[in-house]
């Protein structure tokens, strides 16, 4: 069965510090993985996506990922973190029928 | 072009009532997913449809149950409503036929049942 693991439930990062998310998924084909972010009260906005080619996307926001399939990760990572970054993430696989498999995600917090 | 909007954003039920949410989808676009947040179990999906057809539906009992018009908008209904179903429910659209593609998604309507 497809699943999607997010191990860390929370991450407490300085402003301008780097930042790397983790997610493990499950999936027997190669995987359509995306990350998503939900900040209070707001739906949730695509940040980047993976569906085949170079496994290092870029994103909005100064986000990139990388895909190892070795590893089954599709870590989402940023070099500087900004106060406003503070917000949930979500990491998904998505099947054909857009019928996505979402993890838990992990809540963000910036101290200056 | 406007985003996704879902009516109500916030309901309160009691148990044993049923409820019915509404989600208008991106112009344009014709699929629509429904899923659960809470704070636990994170989104879990619901059901999609795509030209009035329900394409995939997730592991909810019955109680749960959609439609789509043929202007692509969708409603939700939870019918018997149990204490468990409070949570923000969103809706999501997106545009084609195959998938996955990106999905937008709405801000949600957050239903407490009490």
């Known amino acids: 069965a497809q699943s999607v693991t997010q191990p860390d439930i929370h991450i407490t990062v300085s402003e301008g510090a780097s930042l790397e998310l983790r997610c493990n998924y499950s999936y027997g084909a190669t995987p359509y993985l995306f990350w998503y972010v939900q900040s209070p009260g707001q739906g949730l906005q695509l940040l980047l996506k993976?569906?085949?080619?170079?496994?290092l996307v870029q994103g909005i926001k100064g986000f990139e990922a990388e895909f190892k399939r070795s590893q089954s990760s599709f870590n989402l990572r940023k070099p500087s973190v900004h106060w406003s970054d503070a917000a949930e993430y979500f990491c998904a696989v998505g099947l054909t029928g857009n019928q996505f498999y979402f993890g838990t995600g992990t809540s963000l917090t910036v101290i200056p | 072009k406007a985003g996704v909007t879902q009516t109500p954003r916030y309901l309160i039920k009691t148990r044993g009532q049923q409820v019915t949410l509404s989600c208008s989808p991106i112009s344009g676009h014709r699929s629509v997913s429904w899923y659960q947040q809470t704070p636990g179990q994170g989104l879990q999906f619901l059901f999609e449809y795509f030209s009035e057809t329900q394409r995939n539906k997730g592991n909810f009992p019955g109680r749960f149950s959609g439609r789509q018009f043929s202007n692509s908008r969708s409603e939700m209904n939870v019918s018997t409503l149990e204490l468990g179903d409070s949570a923000l429910y969103l809706c999501?659209?997106?545009f084609g036929s195959g998938g996955p593609h990106e999905q937008y998604f709405g801000p949600g309507t957050r239903l407490t049942v009490t």
């Open positions: 999501a659209s997106s």
């Open positions: 993976y569906f085949s080619g170079d496994t």
